[in-house]
Structure formats: C-alpha cells, structure tokens
C-alpha cells in the first residue's frame, strides 16, 4: 500500500480557493488517487480520484503531477459546509484490493 | 436516491457481551465496506463483501466476522467485546466495480464498558 503525506491542518477564508496537498511518492503505476472527507459526526464522503490527468467536478478539481508523486486537492471557493477532515488515499478499487487505507488526513478549518 | 442505513446509531455493551451491527448498502450496491474509527487508530479497514462473499479481509481478530445477505444487506458481528472495541462502526457501499466511489453511512457509535 502506497504511503501518504498530508499536512496535519490547513486554514482558509470563506469564499477564497483551499489548495490541499498529497504526497504519494511510492505509488504505483496502477493505483487511482481517491479523495474522500468527513465532516464533523458524519461518516466519509467521496471527493474525486484520477488517475493521471487532472479531474474536475461539481466538488473540486484534482491536479496530480506528471511523476504522480503527489496530486493537489483544489476547492475553487471554500465554504463553512467544507470544514472537514481531508484524506488522499491512493489504492486500486476493485477484486481483492478494493479497500480505502486511510491516513491521518488534513484537518481543514474555514474562517467565515 | 435512500442513502447507507446503519442500526443501530447507538449501543453500550458490556465487555465480554456480543454485537451485531447492521447496514443496509444503496440499492443495486453490491459491494459492502466495514471500518473501524478510532481517535487513537483512525479509520481501519475491516472486511469487504461482495455477492455474499467476503473478498477481503484487514487485519483484525477473528472476534470480528460478518457477511451479507443475498439483498446484499450486510451484518457484522463482534464477540466477546474488549473495552478497546469502543468505537465508530462505519458501514461503505459501492457498485463494487473500478472506480466508482464509495458511499458510507453514519455509523454505529459502540460503547464497551
């Protein structure tokens, strides 16, 4: 299993973009990096997850750089609803390897 | 669309007790997660079942079963409970194909004493 590096915490502004950083420097060629949060009392909830190339949604957008060491989480406009804990988990759904290992994730607090 | 259901919310148990713990996946889901949520260890990967059959397994005490049911409604069983057993029991279910995401529930809050 590939492991990660997230800050501890982060801080931002309501209103202004929140740029959450994952390195994954020994993932491997097949792994797929997933993004999930949890907010307080609540369970984890899918982000996004790419593979190579960067991904948008109606949540964020996921940019992963060209080694694939490390991908960034993008939220174009930070809300209170977005205070959570922030996980990058790189891993392959499907067959016998579909799991999420979860780190210890980025704890992100946003300033009204 | 109904989310993950998880029953009960709540449970204190005495220690040595047993527990079952239940989730209900989204509808057409095949695939159904456990996790245990800890604040000293986290979220850790219980087991993993699919079509009634467990397709994987963390690494955690055979104190630690389930299986799911052909409605792929799922259960998990705790025997024998430890005071260290106190915690966030979070129930995830997905298609249970490459990438799609999983959706978890709000979990069970089980309190060993």
């Known amino acids: 299993d590939a492991k990660t590096t997230q800050p501890n915490s982060m801080e931002s502004n309501e209103e202004e973009p929140v740029h959450l950083p994952c390195n994954h420097s020994?993932?491997?060629?097949?792994?797929?990096i997933h993004w999930y949060r949890q907010l307080p009392s609540q369970g984890p909830e899918y982000v996004i997850h790419?593979?190579?190339s960067n991904v948008n949604n109606r949540m964020a957008s996921l940019a992963i750089a060209e080694d694939r060491k490390s991908s960034t989480l993008i939220l174009h406009r930070a809300t209170l609803r977005d205070a959570a804990v922030y996980y990058c988990i790189p891993g392959v759904y499907g067959g016998a390897t579909n799991k999420l290992i979860f780190g210890t994730g980025t704890l992100l607090a946003v300033q009204p | 669309k109904a989310g993950v259901t998880q029953t009960p919310r709540y449970l204190i148990k005495t220690r040595g007790q047993q527990v079952t713990l239940s989730c209900s996946p989204i509808?057409?889901?095949?695939?159904v997660s456990w996790y245990q949520q800890t604040p000293g260890q986290g979220l850790q990967f219980l087991f993993e079942y699919f079509s009634e059959t467990q397709r994987n397994k963390g690494n955690f005490p055979g104190r630690f079963s389930g299986r799911q049911f052909s409605n792929s409604r799922s259960e998990m069983n705790v025997s024998t409970l430890e005071l260290g057993d106190s915690a966030l029991y979070l129930c995830?279910?997905?298609?249970?194909?490459?990438?799609?995401?999983?959706?978890f529930g709000s979990g069970t809050r089980l309190t060993v004493v």
């Open positions: 995830a279910s997905s298609p249970g194909w490459l990438n799609y995401g999983y959706t």
């Open positions: 509808s057409g889901h095949r695939s």
């Open positions: 020994t993932i491997s060629g097949t792994d797929y």
């Open positions: 790419g593979l190579t």
